[in-house]
């Protein structure tokens, strides 16, 4: 099961990279943002969105891949070991999968119109989704998944982004 | 229209009404186990909220509920713990595991704004999930049975001190 999911990980991103290398605007040619320090926006992606009752759940069609939810080889256990760079890839490679056009064009755009693109207006709750919003205008972790489909990860950005409880003033947690 | 045209589109909305995906996952949690009757000490380690939920069919509904253990084998039910929540707006709410290990709150004492995060305490032993609930109430939903590719393993606290049955045997 691992072994074919990360086969087809790997064609897809094979696949992606070579449509990232050739013109836009074909039929079947898409833009991707890069792979490359895709590990710091995984890491946002999974604490705010990964769990295993939201995305880190084989039932969603995105599906966030991690320590804290669904896990890719059948030997790690939810809670257990560090997130893998083969989960950050499987993450990456789900990612693209959806609304793959409006990303195409985000990402040829440097990231301009990402409000469209459908992982970020729902994340912002700014289209129907059940988890809410996730992600905030201005916080690190939603700049964080702006400046990746700008084209320069904001490594700091990623790692500025917490989620921590805040209890009312007066009371501790 | 005659009586018969009537019957038929009655029970064709009934039967709209119900949802497969809910029925099987209240039916996949079986029958209640011999000499334990439906109530606070029942059904320890399933997801409550299959049927404590919207979709019913059990009453009260819970906003959180589960099962914390002495181990993770599940074997011994931890009476006593408190376990605490606290939300995305700063409200908190405890309550106390009964002597089946069962917790529930219901929605007119905490109705969380998601997500949440969670601790669990027995005595000075403590321990808080290390990631956020993001939407789901039932603890065993994400806590189910042993770990795995998809699923946290029970919910338990390690603590050296014995104990107490809470009146359960």
Known sequence: MMACLQRSAAAWVVAVAL???????SDSELLAPSAK????VSSVLERRCGG??????PARNLRIYGIYGLRLDGRDVTGGADTTDAEVTATYVSVLSVDPETLSRVTANQGAGEERWLVLSKGRNREAHVGGARLSVGTPGDDC??????????????ADDTLSPVPREGEVW | MNWLAWLSLSLAAFAGC??????????ALGPEVDGVVPGPLHRPGQPCGACHGDEGPADPIFSLSGTVYRASDGEQPLFGVTVRAIDSSGAQYATTTNC???????????TPSWPI?????????????????????SCAACHDGDPSPHSAGRVFLDTTEVPDRGGCE
């Open chain 1, 145 to 158: 998944l702006i400046s990746w489909l700008a084209g320069k990860v904001d490594v700091s950005a990623c």
């Open chain 2, 18 to 27: 119900s949802d497969p995906v809910h029925d099987q996952r209240v039916a």
């Open chain 2, 100 to 110: 089946a290990g069962n917790f529930y709150v219901t929605p007119d004492q905490f």
């Open chain 2, 117 to 137: 995060w969670l601790k669990v305490e027995y005595g000075a032993t403590s321990a808080e999930m290390r990631s956020v609930a993001s939407r789901e109430g």
């Open chain 1, 52 to 57: 295993l009752d939201c995305h880190g759940s």
């Open chain 1, 19 to 25: 449509c990232g290398c050739a013109r836009q605007n």
């Open chain 1, 37 to 40: 320090d895709f590990a710091a």
